[in-house]
């Protein structure tokens, strides 16, 4: 498709320094942590707006208690922090500028919360990392990007969001939008494809779950271990072991893939067999991609014919080639053994040929959140009903051409009603 210049954002352009605080929340006071909410060695929580001033007046002391002057400036410095607990916290502060501090502390999450809580006792608001990332980058689809990537298993996933956040949704966005504006036959093509990404967008962040059905001990759950590569399921001659919904999530060829073991599927006459087989069909309904199994080395019945037909997108296993082959004629699928280690990568790549059938190349646009997917899905239909420009507008929306900082929801703004820090007995 070819570029439009004017439009489009140049991907090598120097971005803000995250930290200045260009596009800030103006006016406000706000506190938000910026490192992972899990207990870490150390944390960053960032302080914004016209009280920091007075925050660092009321709060940073010397090692001898004496209160602190901190200009803004690009030195770091150690101090205390004075978040009203019997000792002050040891940190680093960075003040890059007036109105926007980093204070860089222990990592643990009562440290991390204590601090916040006498930032919001100072009237500093909190925002999540969300909620300032949409500050941070102006660009809707570059904070979304940044989001997903936090979120990411696998170096693959992660170089597509990459892309994404470098500008290759946004330019296919514009480039569409303009030639649905100038009535250009290419765009629909353009729109189609971007709409074929939608499925392995969605599925940067959040693994494809791929559920194993089958009749009881075809081989299910040895299956499932073999593919992970360790025992994750029971296994056992006695048919009906599995009965609750069993997974694990594995890396093929970069993709994050949930599998799920599942109960045989039989008319189960035990009430908590029952529950497992029912369980195991709401899961079916739910997979990107169902694998049925089947035990190679005993007859082909009609019953197996009927799950073909109730399951006619599944992968067909036939396991246990092994041993030998029980009577019947079978229908297309793969010949394996669980009990064969060789017989594991033929697996992965026909499971990852069937959910990932053609893997974008570098820098392809690749619409990757629900909301994403749902406008270019409304585009395409606007197309359909011959109406390029309403599909052009919802485009548009996507991606504006200067996107102007987010309108965050007011109540997020407001400092949290919370009584002042009595975290220690009073002496
Ligand atoms: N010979 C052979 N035995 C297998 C194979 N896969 C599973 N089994 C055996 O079949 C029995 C049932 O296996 P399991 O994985 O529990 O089946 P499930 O009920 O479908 O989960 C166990 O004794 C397994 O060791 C295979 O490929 N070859
Ligand atoms: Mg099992």
């Known amino acids: 498709m070819e570029m439009q210049p004017d439009t489009l954002p140049k991907p090598d352009a120097p971005r803000p ?22 207990a870490g060695a150390i944390a960053v929580i960032r302080l914004e707006g016209p009280l ?17 002057d901190v200009p803004p400036g690009p030195r770091p410095r150690l101090v205390r922090w004075d978040f009203g607990g019997p000792e002050p916290e040891e940190a680093v502060l960075y003040r890059p500028g007036e109105t926007l501090l980093e ?4 990592g643990g999450l009562r440290v991390v919360e204590r601090l916040v809580q006498a930032a919001a006792v100072d009237g500093f608001a909190r925002l999540s990392w969300q909620q300032w990332l949409q500050y941070e980058e102006r660009d809707p689809i570059a904070a979304a990007a940044r989001a997903a990537l936090a979120q990411v298993r696998t170096r693959r996933a992660a170089e597509i969001l990459l892309d994404q956040y470098h500008g290759a949704l946004r330019s296919a966005l514009a480039d569409i939008a303009a030639a649905l504006s100038r009535g250009d036959a290419a765009a629909a093509q353009g729109l189609r494809r971007l709409a074929s990404r939608i499925p392995l967008g969605l599925h940067l962040s959040r693994p494809w779950r791929v559920v194993i059905l089958g009749p009881p001990n075809a081989g299910k759950s040895s299956l499932i271990n073999a593919l992970a590569g360790y025992d994750r399921a029971l296994v056992h001659p006695v048919p009906g072991t599995t009965r609750d919904l069993v997974s694990a999530v594995i890396v093929a060829d970069g993709w994050p893939i949930e599998l799920i073991d599942t109960a045989g599927l039989r008319q189960a006459a035990h009430p908590v ?11 079916a309904r739910n997979a990107d991609l169902v694998i049925l199994v089947f035990d190679r080395s005993r007859p082909w019945r009609a019953g197996h014919d009927a799950l073909l037909r109730r399951y006619p997108q599944a992968l067909l296993l036939h396991n246990k080639c092994d041993l030998a082959a029980g009577p019947g004629e079978r229908p297309p699928g793969l010949y394996v053994s669980a009990h064969r280690p060789d017989d594991v990568p033929p697996i992965l790549d026909a499971l990852v040929r069937r959910l990932v059938p053609d893997p ?9 959140t629900e909301d994403q997917a749902a406008a270019v899905k409304e585009a ?7 109406n390029p420009q309403a599909a052009a507008a919802r485009l548009r929306r996507l991606a504006p051409a200067t996107p102007a900082p987010p309108a965050l929801a007011r109540p997020a703004l407001e400092p949290p009603a919370l009584e002042p820090p009595a975290l220690e007995p009073p002496a």
């Not at 929340?25 to 910026?34: F, M, S």
């Not at 067999?273 to 899961?283: I, S, T």
């Open 103 to 106: 204070i860089h502390c222990h």
């Open 273 to 283: 067999e029952q529950l497992g087989v029912r369980k195991a069909e709401d899961a």
């Open 380 to 386: 395409l239909d606007f197309l359909e009903r011959q």
């Open 52 to 68: 920091v001033e007075a925050a660092l007046r009321r709060r940073a002391r010397s090692r001898s208690g004496k209160s602190l």
């Open 360 to 368: 974008p190349p570098p820098g392809e646009a690749v619409p990757f």
């Open 17 to 38: 320094d995250p930290i200045a605080g260009e596009n800030t929340v103006a006016g406000e006071n706000t506190v938000t942590v910026l490192t992972a909410p899990s």
